[in-house]
């Protein structure tokens, strides 16, 4: 195994993190199989993966309580006493945040359900535009300081979904330790995207990779006109493999974290990461990588380029978000997949159903796009 430094903690984390999010399950998703799952964790501890990530949801019923995947790995860590070969890191579920004492109340629990005293890294999960002014008012940053200097927690960093321009101002709001993107050879210039991954990397922050194969789709569901690029580059790689060696190139990065629910998919995942060296990409397999990113985008349906202008629009639409899932759904050909993510991550009140066709938006476009049309098209294609 490789390791890099977590930023300029000193810390030194392996360059494949376990995602506890998706572990193998017994069928239903807050009922994780806990045989298959101890022997998945064991090998892959054996195999000098040291970092692994859970957060106070995962493996529940709802985003509102807390999942067992933190419970299961209290359990784990505790019986193999293994606390001290690994970080752990966990986030405190900020949409659940209503009063200043919620923040404590929230991490003494989790100390309690993953039984330690102190969580190497602990994120402000999901941090929003829209909630962030609410939590710098209930004292989210002075709960951190608190938490570091009384022991709870060693270091502090934030997970976001949101976009760059928001994701820049929380860099630069707090001295965090690290923080935790979604970022795969996809998804370069959304959210946090490239730009966000080197402001926070000069700003020294560790930066940790989320949903590294896009959720699977990357390695599960390849477009034909992707594969024949594959079948034709001048080394053998499946497509799991070309999607991390893509992000371990780049120096800024320090964990990618996978999602791995078999025995299959650690091996593989593995072997990627023996060779996961920054800019250890020639500069052919550099242009394959630009090859199959142009074949995915040949397919995309609006030209949005998530500028912004059209929103806020007076019924509450994301319009840049429901555009990304429109195109998703076209290069993907994994329409299901994205109804799913377009349900799970857009709220009700942000989807094209909103839409009013007051025409605001397309004065405002800088593209000159027709979004009133494309808008009834997200809803034929990705539901209501
Ligand atoms: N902070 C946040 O808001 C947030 C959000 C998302 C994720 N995360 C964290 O980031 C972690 C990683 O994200 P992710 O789970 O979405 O990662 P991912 O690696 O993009 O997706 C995981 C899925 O990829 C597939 N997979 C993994 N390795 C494979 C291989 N070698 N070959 C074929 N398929 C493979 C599996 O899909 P199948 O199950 O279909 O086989 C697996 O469930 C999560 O587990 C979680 O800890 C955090």
């Known amino acids: 195994m490789l390791y890099r430094e977590m930023g300029t903690t000193g810390e030194q984390v392996s360059i494949l993190g376990f995602g506890c999010m998706r572990l193998p399950t017994l069928g239903s998703y807050d009922q994780i199989?806990?045989?298959?799952?101890?022997?998945?964790?064991?090998?892959?501890?054996?195999?000098?993966?040291?970092y692994l990530d859970t957060a106070y949801p995962y493996h529940g019923i709802s985003n509102s309580q807390g999942g067992e995947s933190e419970v299961f790995l209290g359990e784990y860590l505790a019986e193999n006493d293994c606390f001290d070969d690994i970080y752990l890191a966990t986030k405190l579920p900020t949409w659940l945040l209503e009063k200043p004492e919620d923040m404590d109340n929230f991490l003494n629990e989790q100390l309690q359900r993953l039984q330690t005293e102190q969580i190497d890294f602990y994120l402000l999960h999901s941090l929003k535009e829209k909630r962030w002014s609410h939590l710098e008012d209930l004292g989210v940053l002075e709960f951190l300081d608190s938490a570091t200097a009384d022991g709870r927690i060693k270091y502090t960093?934030?997970?976001?979904?949101?976009?760059?321009?928001?994701?820049?101002?929380?860099?630069?709001?707090?001295?965090?330790?690290l923080c935790q993107i979604q970022y795969n050879y996809l998804d370069e210039n959304i959210q946090a995207g490239r730009?966000?991954?080197?402001?926070?990397?000069?700003?020294g922050m560790g930066v940790v990779i989320m949903e590294p194969l896009k959720g699977g789709i990357l390695a599960n569901y390849v477009p034909p006109e992707v594969q024949e690029i594959w079948d034709h580059a001048p080394v053998n790689r499946k497509p799991a493999e070309w999607a991390l060696r893509y992000l371990w190139d780049r120096p800024e990065i320090s964990v990618v974290l996978s999602g791995m629910n078999n025995r299959e998919q650690l091996v593989e995942n593995l072997i990627a990461a023996e060779d996961g060296l920054p800019h250890s990409l020639s500069r052919e397999e550099n242009e394959i990588m630009e090859e199959v990113k142009k074949a995915y985008s040949d397919k995309i349906m609006v030209e949005?380029?998530?500028?912004?202008?059209?929103?806020?629009?007076?019924?509450?639409?994301?319009?840049?978000?429901?555009?990304?899932?429109?195109?998703?759904?076209?290069?993907?050909?994994?329409?299901?997949?994205?109804?799913?993510?377009?349900?799970?991550?857009?709220?009700?009140?942000?989807?094209?159903?909103?839409?009013?066709?007051?025409?605001?938006?397309?004065?405002?476009?800088?593209?000159?796009?027709?979004?009133?049309?494309?808008l009834k098209e997200v809803k034929k294609t990705l539901g209501n």
């Open 304 to 374: 949005c380029s998530a500028c912004g202008y059209c929103i806020p629009c007076p019924n509450g639409v994301n319009i840049p978000q429901c555009f990304s899932y429109l195109n998703q759904a076209a290069m993907l050909n994994d329409i299901s997949n994205v109804q799913m993510q377009y349900y799970f991550m857009v709220s009700d009140t942000e989807r094209a159903s909103n839409c009013r066709e007051c025409g605001i938006c397309q004065e405002m476009c800088t593209q000159k796009l027709p979004i009133m049309e494309m």
């Open 195 to 203: 730009e966000g991954l080197e402001y926070a990397a000069d700003k």
């Open 157 to 177: 960093g934030f997970s976001s979904h949101d976009e760059t321009h928001f994701f820049k101002e929380v860099v630069d709001a707090y001295h965090w330790d």
């Open 33 to 50: 199989d806990k045989e298959k799952t101890t022997l998945l964790l064991d090998y892959a501890l054996q195999q000098g993966i040291n």
